[in-house]
């Protein structure tokens, strides 16, 4: 299983790019025909994307 998983999904114009961790939603971005348009990161506390063993 890879650390970070990327899904895309798109309508038409609009284009909507996910970045999980370990299945967690950790950032979003917004395109409208190619260009981005916004972002935004999601985390539940520092350090989400450090592994700890």
């Known amino acids: 299983m890879a650390l970070f998983r990327k899904e895309t999904h798109e309508e ?4 909507e790019v996910y970045v999980y961790f370990l299945g967690a939603l950790i950032y979003k971005m917004w395109f409208v ?3 981005k348009t916004g ?3 999601f985390h ?3 350090g989400l994307t450090q592994r700890r063993k």
Do not use: F, L, M, N
Not at 12 to 15: A, D, L, N, R, V
């Open 33 to 35: 025909r190619g260009v």
């Open 39 to 41: 972002s935004k990161v």
């Open 44 to 46: 539940t506390g520092e």
């Open 12 to 15: 038409g114009i609009y284009k």
